[in-house]
C-alpha cells in the first residue's frame, strides 16, 4: 500500500502498540489553479478504534502539515462512503463534484468517486471555516478524553 515517494504518513498505534488508524500525503506534480497540491491517500481506522475520533486526528495532522507548507489537500472518496463523507464535511471540506472512476467494483461495474479539497488559508487569515467554529463552540472547556484509552498519533 506505499506509493513510490509518499510526502509524509502517519499512523495512531494503540496501549499495544498495534497500528489502529493511517493516513498518507503525497504531493501532486501538477500545482492545480496555481497552487501548491498534494492528495490526502489511504486514510483508515481500524473497525475496533472506531469512535474515538482518529480518523479527524489523522486528517487534522495532515491538514497541519499542508498549512506548514502553504499547500491545499485533495481527496476521492467512492460515493457510498457516507460515514467518511460526513467526517471530511465536519472538518470543512468542500465536495467539488463526482466522476466514474477509472476502474471497475469487484464486480466490474463502474465506481462513482466524490472529489473533495480542503483549501489552505493564508497566515494571519482570522477567518475560522464554520465547521471549525462551530466545533469549537460545542466543546466544552476541558479536554475531552477517549474514556481511558491510550491510542495515540505518531
Known sequence: MREPHPARAWVAVDADAAVVGHVAVHRIPDQVD???TAEVARLFVAPKARGLALGSALLDRARRWAEKRGTDLVLELAAGG?????LYERAGWRCLGTSTAPWAAPDGSPVSLRH???RHRAPGSDVA???TARRRAS????SRSSGGSSTSIS
Open 34 to 36: 496555481g497552487r501548491p
Open 139 to 142: 466543546r466544552p472547556a476541558a
Open 129 to 131: 471555516p464554520a465547521s
Open 82 to 86: 457516507t460515514a467518511a463523507a460526513a
Open 116 to 118: 473533495y479539497t480542503l
